[in-house]
């Protein structure tokens, strides 16, 4: 939990991390779905530990991973602002535990508690500059930059607090999912990173800050500078 949530005298961790009226804390298995495209959009979900992977599945049956998310993250938030279906898949990709919080009780709490109400237009706005920075990355980085991007939030470089830059077991498919490559190419740039000293990758992946460093120079040893748009490379 980061520092800025402990700071405020609403205790929002107690407050989300615990089953109370229409609050319901789960814990899901690794690989386990939370939601499936297409069920109600009925709950908000706020992950209490671990890590959910969002997808969405095209009428071809093509799946894309839209987001990784983390600890202290929200997902399913579009029910609050109309959504009835959902428009993807939430998966854990970890072990985890998550808070549901179905779509008349998150309204009542954000009439009720102005301190989670901040809170919580915070992380919608902090979300959409995420996706805005994530269209910017597909659309103008190349597949190695957008790799080592993904590593370096995937390991909370760039929150508040302390990055934890040994990431959970994530396959190089999953890797490739995220940032529209292929596997093979996730290979040859992960044994790169390795061989460059900006990560160890035996089984678990460590990110050293040398990686976020590299990244934000603009390192001629990673991809290179932003060009046109391009769909694959």
């Known amino acids: 939990m980061n520092s ?4 405020l005298p609403f205790d929002l961790d107690a407050f989300l991390s615990k089953s ?7 814990k899901y298995a690794k690989n386990q779905i939370i939601y499936q495209q297409g069920d109600p959009g009925d709950a908000v979900f706020y992950i209490v530990a671990g890590k959910v992977k969002l997808t969405v599945t095209s009428e071809q049956g093509k799946e894309a991973v839209i987001a990784i998310l983390t600890a202290d993250d929200f997902f ?8 009835i279906l959902r428009l993807s898949t939430a998966t ?6 998550c808070t549901r919080i179905t779509k008349a009780a998150i309204a009542s709490i954000i009439h009720d508690e102005p301190v989670f109400a901040e809170f919580f237009i915070s992380h919608l706005l902090a979300r959409n500059s ?4 994530d269209l910017v990355d597909q659309l103008f980085n190349s597949s190695e930059r957008r790799l080592a991007r993904t590593l370096l939030l995937l390991a909370n470089f760039g929150k ?11 396959t190089q498919s999953t890797l490739a999912e995220i940032i529209g490559t292929t596997r093979s190419r996730v290979n040859f740039f992960m044994n790169k990173f390795r061989r460059l000293g900006l990560i160890d990758y035996n089984g678990q992946i460590e990110v050293h800050r040398s990686l976020l460093n590299m990244v934000l120079h603009e390192s001629p040893e990673i991809g290179g500078s932003a060009r046109q748009p391009r769909r694959s490379d």
């Open 76 to 83: 399913g938030e579009a029910c609050a602002n109309g959504e």
């Open 4 to 7: 800025k949530k402990r700071e």
């Open 130 to 133: 995420h996706i805005q920075a």
């Open 20 to 26: 109370d009226g229409g609050k319901t804390v789960t």
């Open 160 to 170: 508040e607090g302390e990055p934890e830059p040994v990431i959970a077991k994530i």
């Open 92 to 97: 854990a990709l970890t072990a985890c535990t």
